[in-house]
Nanobody, 123 residues
Framework: QVQLVESGGGLVQPGGSLRLSCAAS????????MGWFRQAPGKEREFVAT????????YYADSVKGRFTISRVNAKNTVYLQMNSLKPEDTAVYYC????????????????WGQGTQVTVSS
């Protein structure tokens, strides 16, 4: 099992930036593909971005493509989500997740989840 803890959420104005971090622990954490998901009130959990275990492959939801960047530093067991040009519709609880699959696009692809961190984009 891998344990995940997100941090970095907060309140930001439209057009602003935040960087979310996900710290992973566990003896096999570096072999996991990682993903970020978000869930707004009354909505289903939504895919945001995913990255392969070696960082060589990434994939983004159309809604965040060009604005968000996922990266990982395996030596630190940490995954990041850099969020730029934030919009009110980005407001959600953001979750990081880990999977033994090469990549994951759906919540069901991921077996380990963090507790979530709130991102609120509002003026």
């Amino acid at each position: 099992q891998v344990q995940l803890v997100e941090s970095g959420g907060g309140l930001v104005q439209p057009g602003g930036s935040l960087r979310l971090s996900c710290a992973a622990s566990g003896r096999t954490s570096s072999t996991y593909a990682m993903g970020w998901f978000r869930q707004a009130p009354g909505k289903e959990r939504e895919f945001v971005a995913t990255i392969s275990w070696n960082g060589g492959s990434t994939y983004y939801a159309d809604s965040v493509k060009g604005r968000f960047t996922i990266s990982r530093v395996n030596a630190k067991n940490t995954v990041y989500l850099q969020m730029n040009s934030l919009k009110p519709e980005d407001t959600a609880v953001y979750y990081c997740a880990a999977t033994l699959r090469g990549m994951g696009l759906h919540p069901s692809d991921f077996g380990s989840w963090g507790q979530g961190t709130q991102v609120t984009v509002s003026s």
